[in-house]
């Protein structure tokens, strides 16, 4: 089956980039998002299509997928994009979470 | 906008039959995947499967041979039968909204917690 990883955790200074990726066979032949999902809240899209954000969405927030690897970036990260992150994949058939990435901004 | 809200009940007993219906709100059903996904205590989130308006399902191949979505136009609600539950199956389950175009969930539902305990 298909699977895709994450780091369990990242860490980034407030006002400082952070990268979060995703890792799968040929994921870049997939499209892939991204949710945020804070305590309590249900995910949040931040990123579709690869790289494309929804209305509402703070530009800081990016995305990209080539290869084997999808990468969120949050660009002068705020308290507030404290969350875990999961990426996602749809090959036009089934869909598959990765296991999900604490951000923690200290 | 439109808005999901799933119900059901929050404990079933295992080997019985998990049932929860989605009720959309605000917008048609049509020209959308109509998905079930949930997450596990202390666990990430776990796609169960999606219709689509017009009726073709696609479900997760591990959960395949115990899952049915149906999807009721008429009443804009969705439905999903999980069988043989047992206590693995104790999860928050979300109802989502997905674009055909390129399955992004942009809409969910507040989740409903159900418990698999005799």
């Known amino acids: 089956s298909y699977e895709l990883t994450q780091p369990p955790s990242v860490s980034v200074s407030p006002g400082q980039t952070a990268s979060i990726t995703c890792s799968g066979d040929?994921?870049?032949?997939?499209?892939a998002c991204w949710y945020q999902r804070k305590p309590g809240q249900s995910p949040v899209l931040v990123i579709y299509?690869?790289?494309r954000r929804p209305s509402g969405i703070p530009e800081r927030f990016s995305g990209s997928n080539s290869g084997n690897t999808a990468t969120l970036t949050i660009s002068g990260t705020q308290t507030m994009d404290e969350a875990d992150y999961y990426c996602?994949?749809?090959?036009?058939?089934?869909?598959?979470f990765g296991g999900g990435t604490k951000l923690t901004v200290l | 906008q439109v808005q999901l809200q799933e119900s059901g009940p929050g404990l079933v007993k295992p080997s019985e039959t998990l049932s929860l219906t989605c009720t959309v709100s605000?917008?048609?059903?049509?020209?959308?995947?109509w998905s079930w996904i949930r997450q596990p205590p202390g666990k990430g989130l776990e796609w169960i499967g999606h219709?689509?308006?017009?009726?073709?399902?696609n479900y997760n191949p591990s959960l395949k041979s115990r899952v049915t979505i149906s999807v009721d136009t008429s009443k804009n609600q969705f439905s999903l039968k999980l069988s043989s539950v047992t206590a693995a199956d104790t999860a928050v389950y979300y109802c989502?909204?997905?674009?055909?175009?390129?399955?992004?969930?942009?809409?969910w539902g507040q989740g409903t917690t159900v418990t698999v305990s005799s």
């Open positions: 219709m689509y308006y017009s009726g073709s399902t």
């Open positions: 605000g917008g048609s059903m049509f020209s959308y995947f």
């Open positions: 299509h690869n790289s």
């Open positions: 040929k994921l870049g032949d997939r499209f």
């Open positions: 996602q994949a749809w090959d036009r058939s089934t869909v598959v």
């Open positions: 989502a909204r997905a674009a055909v175009l390129h399955y992004a969930v942009d809409v």
